[in-house]
């Protein structure tokens, strides 16, 4: 893992890059996602229950008979995401991400982004988060489909996000490659240090350093190597947040920090929905710790 030395250069660097910025204004955010063994009505009850203002879609959830169900097709009309935009709106819950469910590099891509895209749109959803596949290939396809969606996401005020997911988005580092490739404002990063540290095996402090400036949301998850090479919920693994959000303290932007893991590392998974709702709880209360200290250091400098 970096250093302290090497960490603090970096750290100054971005301060250094960020003078006279405003406070980064984050948006502490839960994904369905940790609810997929559950309805997509119990997810969103449960997010709203464990004290979370903002809701990221996930991509599917097993419903009461059993059957696992898309949160939303990639071909349904964009009126069906405005609909289930309304749903969480009325229930406390503002939702500000939601996943492409297809990979940069399929022959397809182009197509459903830019249908994800609509129904981003259509939903009031900001940001749409995308990735390319584990392995590598490729390369030309995803530069060539980010720049085919790009002038879509702009006329549609979506800024579509490239999270790290091994292969050609392995590290933060890398996507900042392909952002500056497409060079287009709309295509921009979700950092993603879990997958980082488990993909890649990179540090991903050292490695945010090398992409901050094109970071416009997170997906949260942590990831222990040992004693068992699993990903886990913030502040059960080995990444240390105060470090990894220190970068973008000063950006001026909104930014979700949306929990995609929250769970314990060596357990088993909960077979209780209610079980989900104390993890869901938990990994709010910790990033609202995180930050809390953060903005607090932020305002005293």
């Known amino acids: 893992m970096m250093k302290r030395r090497d960490f603090l250069g970096t750290v100054a660097a971005g301060v250094t890059a960020q003078a006279g910025a405003g406070l980064t204004r984050f948006q502490t955010a839960c994904m369905t996602l940790p609810y997929a063994a559950f309805p997509m009505e119990r997810a969103l009850t449960g997010i709203q229950s464990a004290g979370y203002r903002y809701v990221a879609w996930g991509v599917s959830h097993r419903d009461a008979s059993g059957t696992v169900r898309r949160m939303l097709e990639e071909k349904a009309p964009a009126s069906e995401a405005a609909k289930l935009a309304a749903r969480c709106r009325g229930m406390g819950l503002e939702p500000v991400m939601m996943f492409s469910t297809v990979h940069l590099e399929a022959a397809d891509a182009l197509e459903l982004h830019l249908r994800r895209i609509d129904q981003a ?147 088993s998974r909960p077979t209780e929905a209610a079980e989900v709702d104390t993890l869901a709880k938990r990994a709010r209360e910790y990033l609202e710790t995180v930050l809390r200290g953060l903005i607090q250091q932020e305002k005293t400098r």
């Not at 879509?152 to 392909?178: D, M």
């Open 121 to 267: 749109a259509a939903a009031g959803i900001p940001f749409l988060l995308t990735f390319g596949k584990t392995e590598p290939g490729q390369y030309e396809s995803v530069i060539r489909n980010l720049k085919g969606m790009a002038g879509r996401a702009r006329a549609a005020g979506v800024t579509v996000v490239i999270k790290q997911h091994g292969g050609n988005t392995a590290t933060g580092a890398a996507c900042a490659r392909i952002v500056a490739e497409v060079g287009e404002e709309p295509i921009r990063i979700c950092y993603d240090a879990g997958n980082v540290l488990d993909y890649d095996n990179s540090d991903p402090i050292a490695d945010i350093g090398k992409c901050w400036r094109d970071v416009r949301a997170f997906a949260i998850k942590d990831h222990r190597n040992t004693p068992r090479d699993e990903d886990c919920g913030p502040g059960f693994g080995e990444i240390d947040h105060y470090k990894l959000l220190a970068p973008v303290m000063r950006t001026a932007l909104t930014m979700p920090l949306a929990c995609e893991n929250i769970f314990e590392p060596l357990v």
